[in-house]
Each structure stands twice: as structure tokens, then as C-alpha cells.
């Protein structure tokens, strides 16, 4: 990214290679929505090439880009007059590699059931377990991306997870 703000634009192409997959699962766990998120990354894309003169290089260059994609959605959802970010995030088992076919109906089962509690949490605590559990952000990075501590990370995540854990078992029995 530094090369880009320096004036290299070529560079931006490699950036999009390496982080597009990624920051559409982020979008797409976020929105539940295809054509949006992939709309969004592109979007997400766009504006890192119009803002890279805001791009300090003292943090990691993904901690920046979950940034302006967190604010990106805050903005769009705020702009449509939308509450949330939730709808529908099942179809993961759709990806799965070939198995036997009760063992993907399980599957499958298991993802939405998780998908569904996922989106029955509030959006603050969807949002950490999104950039943690399936993102795979470290606390550090979530913290820069929150504007937060790292113990405060920490404790989100912990208090995230375990209201997912009790609303997943709740169904359960």
C-alpha cells in the first residue's frame, strides 16, 4: 500500500488479488447478501485508491482496509435506512468438498442453525466474532479496526461467544 500511495498504482492490482476473497467473506458474513457484498468490496477497493494519501503505514495494511470496510457498511446501511447488517449468511455448506450426503445435510444443518444465532446477536457482537472467528484477525488487529484495547477485545469476544454458546444450546435441547 505504500508503493500505491508513493504512486505506483499497478501495486493496487496485487492488493485486490490478495485481499478480495477475504474481505468478501467479512462483507458478505456482515450483510448475508451476494451482489451487495460484492459491491461493496469493490467500492471498498475504489476508495483505498481515492484515500491512499490517508494511509500512514504504522499498522498492518489489513487492519486499515477492515477499517474503511466497517465504515463503508456503517455508511451504506445508515444511508438505506437500515438497522442492521443481517439477513440470511447460510449457504457456507454449499462449498463443502465432496461427502456422503448425510454427513452434508449435517453439515449444512449445523451452518445455518450457527448462521441463524450469529444474526440473532446484537450487531456489535456479531461484528467482533465475524472479524475473529472467521476473519481471523488477532485481538490487536480487531482492536486498531474497533478504535479499542486489546483487553476490551478480549472481553467482547469472550462475552460474544458466550451468549452465541447459550443461544446455541437454548435451541438445542
Do not use: C
Not at 12 to 38: I, K, Y
Not at 39 to 54: A, E, G, I, S, W
Amino acid at each position: 500500500m505504500l508503493s500505491v500511495k508513493a504512486g505506483d498504482l499497478d501495486k493496487m492490482g496485487l492488493l485486490f488479488e490478495r485481499h478480495h476473497n477475504a474481505l468478501f467473506g467479512f462483507v458478505f458474513r456482515m450483510t448475508g447478501q451476494r451482489a451487495f457484498s460484492e459491491d461493496l468490496v469493490q467500492t471498498v477497493f475504489y476508495r483505498m485508491l481515492k484515500y491512499r494519501h490517508t494511509y500512514k503505514g504504522n499498522g498492518e495494511f489489513k487492519t486499515w482496509m477492515y477499517h474503511l470496510t466497517r465504515n463503508l457498511i456503517k455508511d451504506t446501511f445508515r444511508k438505506n435506512n437500515k438497522v442492521d447488517y443481517h439477513e440470511n449468511i447460510g449457504e457456507i455448506a454449499k462449498n463443502i468438498a465432496e461427502r456422503a450426503a448425510d454427513e452434508i445435510l449435517e453439515q449444512k444443518h449445523e451452518s445455518e442453525k450457527l448462521n441463524r444465532m450469529l444474526n440473532r446477536l446484537k450487531p456489535e457482537n456479531k461484528e467482533i466474532l465475524v472479524l475473529s472467528k472467521y476473519q481471523e484477525l488477532n485481538y490487536k488487529e480487531i482492536s486498531e479496526v474497533l478504535n479499542t484495547t486489546e483487553t476490551n477485545v478480549k472481553v467482547k469476544v469472550h462475552r460474544a461467544m458466550k451468549e452465541l454458546k447459550k443461544m446455541y444450546l437454548q435451541k438445542s435441547i
